[in-house]
Protein backbone atom coordinates (compact mmCIF):
# COMPACT_ATOMS: atom_id res chain seq x y z
CA UNK A 1 0.00 0.00 0.00
CA UNK A 2 1.15 3.35 -0.69
CA UNK A 3 1.71 6.31 1.60
CA UNK A 4 -0.89 8.25 0.14
CA UNK A 5 -3.15 5.31 0.36
CA UNK A 6 -2.35 5.08 4.30
CA UNK A 7 -2.78 8.57 4.81
CA UNK A 8 -6.17 9.03 2.94
CA UNK A 9 -7.45 5.27 4.75
CA UNK A 10 -6.16 6.51 7.84
CA UNK A 11 -8.98 6.86 10.55
CA UNK A 12 -7.61 10.32 12.12
CA UNK A 13 -10.57 12.30 13.70
CA UNK A 14 -11.25 11.66 17.24
CA UNK A 15 -14.46 11.02 18.96
CA UNK A 16 -14.71 12.25 22.53
CA UNK A 17 -17.23 11.25 24.89
CA UNK A 18 -18.24 14.18 27.19
CA UNK A 19 -21.05 13.46 30.29
CA UNK A 20 -23.75 16.39 30.06
CA UNK A 21 -25.76 15.52 33.84
CA UNK A 22 -28.14 18.50 33.22
CA UNK A 23 -29.18 17.14 30.05
CA UNK A 24 -28.81 13.68 31.69
CA UNK A 25 -27.19 12.46 29.18
CA UNK A 26 -23.47 11.48 27.25
CA UNK A 27 -22.88 13.54 24.16
CA UNK A 28 -20.10 13.23 21.77
CA UNK A 29 -17.40 15.57 20.22
CA UNK A 30 -15.88 14.81 17.36
CA UNK A 31 -12.80 16.06 15.62
CA UNK A 32 -13.40 18.35 12.29
CA UNK A 33 -12.12 18.04 8.85
CA UNK A 34 -10.02 21.17 8.08
CA UNK A 35 -12.80 22.03 5.28
CA UNK A 36 -15.06 21.65 8.40
CA UNK A 37 -13.00 23.59 10.78
CA UNK A 38 -12.86 26.47 7.80
CA UNK A 39 -16.00 26.64 6.87
CA UNK A 40 -16.98 27.22 10.77
CA UNK A 41 -14.67 29.52 11.19
CA UNK A 42 -15.22 31.41 8.09
CA UNK A 43 -19.20 31.80 9.91
CA UNK A 44 -18.08 33.74 12.67
CA UNK A 45 -17.10 37.85 12.64
CA UNK A 46 -17.52 41.01 14.84
CA UNK A 47 -21.42 40.45 15.08
CA UNK A 48 -21.83 37.10 15.62
CA UNK A 49 -18.72 36.37 18.04
CA UNK A 50 -21.15 35.56 20.75
CA UNK A 51 -22.98 32.97 18.90
CA UNK A 52 -19.66 30.83 18.78
CA UNK A 53 -20.28 27.89 21.50
CA UNK A 54 -23.70 27.53 19.66
CA UNK A 55 -22.25 27.17 16.56
CA UNK A 56 -19.45 25.36 17.18
CA UNK A 57 -21.31 22.44 18.74
CA UNK A 58 -23.89 22.67 15.72
CA UNK A 59 -20.61 21.38 13.94
CA UNK A 60 -19.25 19.09 16.18
CA UNK A 61 -22.13 17.32 18.10
CA UNK A 62 -22.24 14.08 17.07
CA UNK A 63 -23.12 10.21 17.63
CA UNK A 64 -20.77 7.42 19.30
CA UNK A 65 -19.93 6.95 15.57
CA UNK A 66 -19.13 10.38 14.36
CA UNK A 67 -22.27 11.36 13.02
CA UNK A 68 -23.83 14.84 13.04
CA UNK A 69 -26.81 15.49 15.27
CA UNK A 70 -27.41 18.99 14.25
CA UNK A 71 -27.45 21.26 11.14
CA UNK A 72 -26.75 25.09 11.17
CA UNK A 73 -30.92 25.35 10.80
CA UNK A 74 -30.82 24.08 14.37
CA UNK A 75 -28.96 27.28 15.63
CA UNK A 76 -32.39 27.84 18.28
CA UNK A 77 -32.50 24.34 19.71
CA UNK A 78 -28.91 25.13 20.98
CA UNK A 79 -29.40 28.82 21.67
CA UNK A 80 -32.20 27.86 23.67
CA UNK A 81 -30.01 25.42 26.18
CA UNK A 82 -28.59 26.90 29.73
CA UNK A 83 -25.58 29.29 28.45
CA UNK A 84 -23.05 27.27 31.07
CA UNK A 85 -23.83 24.11 29.61
CA UNK A 86 -23.73 25.32 26.20
CA UNK A 87 -20.48 27.68 26.82
CA UNK A 88 -18.57 24.30 28.80
CA UNK A 89 -19.40 22.41 25.38
CA UNK A 90 -18.30 25.01 23.11
CA UNK A 91 -15.07 25.26 25.18
CA UNK A 92 -14.38 21.53 24.77
CA UNK A 93 -15.02 21.24 21.14
CA UNK A 94 -13.01 24.01 20.91
CA UNK A 95 -10.19 22.56 22.50
CA UNK A 96 -10.71 19.45 20.59
CA UNK A 97 -10.19 21.30 17.29
CA UNK A 98 -7.36 23.69 18.19
CA UNK A 99 -9.55 26.58 18.28
CA UNK A 100 -8.55 28.27 21.24
CA UNK A 101 -6.60 31.30 21.84
CA UNK A 102 -3.83 32.03 18.93
CA UNK A 103 -5.32 28.79 16.92
CA UNK A 104 -8.52 30.33 16.44
CA UNK A 105 -7.04 33.98 15.97
CA UNK A 106 -4.35 32.90 12.92
CA UNK A 107 -7.20 30.50 11.34
CA UNK A 108 -8.93 33.62 10.91
CA UNK A 109 -6.10 35.78 9.44
CA UNK A 110 -5.59 33.10 6.66
Not at 62 to 71: A, K, L, Q, S
Not at 84 to 93: F, K
Amino acid sequence: MSLRDLIERADDRKVAPVEVPEWNCTVYLRQLSVDERNTLISQLNEDNAGRFPVYVLLSCLCDERGNPVFTNKDYAVLAGKNARVVDRLGREASRLNYMTGDALDDAKKD
